[in-house]
DNA sequence: CAAATAGTGTCTCTAAGACAATATCAC
DNA sequence: GTGATATTGTCTTAGAGACACTATTTG
């Protein structure tokens, strides 16, 4: 009789194929948009991260970042060290959105991709460090629903423009799942996922769970409210937004100074 | 200068370690407990399909189904595979519970497992011959919060009973993350991730996502209403349970016959 | 008729949306 | 003062929970 020491030191890890495993990176930022008016606070775009590649397959197209999980580390923290490498920055939170894994998805072969949205605020990325390391570059982001029914998915850096078209293929446990009609350019399933991330991202937002992410420490509710609406794409009363966010914050003593009109109190996170 | 054809021919899968990936299954079925009374409607239970596993590791401990994933397929599917196998029963759906990847949790070496929770309906499932066919069993299902905060995870099939203990690591985007304070027996991280599919069921039963898919085609209003208590252990008045679920469901024009007591009418899902 | 579930109506309370009104700063 | 945002208050409406009541079958 063999006992689980002898049966785990004659294991053999290589009696099955294995495929390999991948997390890819939806790294997520609102960045404001300056106004003309000086009084006039700023407005937000939702933008995300793209990396164009250097290689092949899919050569100089861009693409989610993201890389092989390594041994020793979680598929957690394998998302963690990409978001870290590609922006330099720690992002405020990671968020699952689900595992791709259709046969075929990547021309190299066997490779499963675990899809993470990370959420970087604003104020901790250093723009001009990672801008001219490498070829990656913030896009902003448009992501509606057209009349019939499709969804179009626009990325767009300066003149460069992915527009990206897909269709709804099931909304089940508050997560839809998309078929790609045109992919826009993007590399690999990375259309596919990028449009899960953004739906989800949506469906957390509702919840207040993702905003706080976005923002520095210390904020105005108006900022937050700017969040919601810009990740939801939709307009809130401010009077309802306070209303319903009041229980997840705690105000500070110190107000924003010199913005060319009343100045607002700054908030935390409760 | 190297064509994409040219780089895929003489690209190298096992320039990477590459880890095993698995599907775990978490099983699950509503079942009708008998009543003394002749009269009452029966009661209902939440049942978890574990296996005694046969070989080592974790040698004659309790564990989830589930295998290895094989090329060819999308780990939903290699899911979907696996509970045919373990239930001989097509699933109603499965919902995706997380990915599983600490490294040492598994002492055979790096294997990583995605975790799906698998929707039964009673009617569907042949117990005798899966049951004496392995070493297959439904457990009963009870999962509290204690008064310490801490959370009970019960599993009982005749005199075997498991009793697992965890705590609450984390509470982020809906989903809930726990570390194993006793793993009752369960082999491996099995108590973590049966923990976490119990509590996104219940939130997904909070809004009818899930509960269809416990019952056959057609089925009373207070059956449905049952499902979704059993799973939230949770009692609901029935005048606000019907008013709530009437969007969702469609009456038919058939009723219940011969319950000893007035007839219900049967619905479908909208 | 009794016991049990099926099914309806209505009251209250809470929360969300709409909107009006006031407050406060930079210029 | 003007123009902008900040902040508060209130009206209306939709939905959830509680509860009382009626309906229908089997034995």
Redesign the pocket.
């Known amino acids: 009789m063999q006992s689980e020491k002898e049966f785990l030191s004659e294991y053999r890890m290589d009696k099955y194929e294995r495929p390999s495993v991948t997390a890819d990176i939806v790294a997520l930022m609102i960045r404001s948009t300056e106004s003309e ?5 700023s407005g937000n775009k939702l933008a995300l991260l793209l990396v164009k590649r250097g290689g092949h397959p899919f050569k100089d197209h861009w693409a989610l970042p993201g890389g092989f999980m390594t041994p020793g580390e979680t598929i957690e923290e394998c998302a963690l060290r990409e978001t870290k490498e590609e922006t330099n920055v720690q992002p405020a939170s990671i968020m699952p959105v689900g595992v791709f894994s259709k046969p075929g998805r990547d021309p190299r072969g066997w490779i499963i991709s675990n899809a993470y949205a990370s959420i970087i605020s604003e104020d901790s990325v250093d723009q001009k460090g990672q801008d001219d390391a490498q070829d990656a570059q913030w896009f902003d982001v448009e992501f509606d629903q057209t009349e019939s029914g499709d969804y179009s998915l626009c990325l767009t850096y300066g003149d460069v423009r992915l527009n990206a078209l897909l269709t709804e293929k099931e909304e089940k446990f508050g997560r839809t799942s998309f078929n790609v009609k045109d992919s826009g350019g993007l590399a690999f399933d990375h259309a596919e996922i990028i449009a899960s991330a953004l739906c989800m991202l949506r469906n957390n937002a509702k919840n207040f769970d993702i905003i706080f992410d976005f923002l520095p420490e210390k904020f ?4 937050l409210q700017r969040v919601q609406e810009t990740i939801m794409n939709i307009s ?5 937004f ?3 966010i009041s229980g997840y914050v705690v105000e500070t003593d110190e ?11 700054l908030y935390r996170r409760k």
Do not use: C, D, E, M
């Open positions: 008016n000086y009084r006039q606070n105005t509710l108006s900022a809130i009363l401010p009077a309802n306070r209303r319903k107000y924003t100074q010199g913005v060319g009109h009343r100045p607002a109190k």
